[in-house]
């Protein structure tokens, strides 16, 4: 299983960015998955996950409303559009084949600061 994140960077409050995830190494399309985020202080937070076909998503009430996951089956990618960012959701950015994060690959940090 490899995965791996990217897409983040600096940006100021209220601002966006798209994270990316290419997976490998295992029948994609097969599997739900998720994007879990470390913030600074606090554990692992898993915070959206989506069905195998796409058709059913979730959300931790943290980003509910401003983070939508999304994925294309075709071409073994993940996202997340992240909207109306905060200074809290700064912190790095993993994708995972389990909701627990066992199975996560590299991240990428996004930080969001004026």
């Known amino acids: 299983v490899q995965l ?4 983040g960077g600096l940006v100021q409050p209220g ?3 798209r994270l990316s995830c290419a997976a ?3 029948t994609f399309r097969n599997y739900p998955m998720y994007w879990l985020r470390q913030t600074p202080g606090q554990g692992l937070e898993r915070i959206s ?13 943290s980003v509910k409303g401003r983070f939508t996951i999304s994925r294309r089956n ?12 905060r200074p809290e959701d700064t912190g790095s950015y993993f994708c995972a084949r389990d909701e627990d994060g066992t199975l996560r690959g590299q991240g990428t940090l996004v930080t969001v600061s004026s």
């Open 4 to 7: 791996q994140a990217s897409g």
């Open 15 to 17: 601002g966006s960015l």
């Open 24 to 26: 490998s190494g295992f």
């Open 49 to 61: 996950g989506i069905s195998s076909a796409g058709s059913t998503t979730h959300y931790a009430d």
């Open 74 to 85: 075709a071409n073994n990618m993940l996202y997340l559009q992240m909207t109306s960012l």
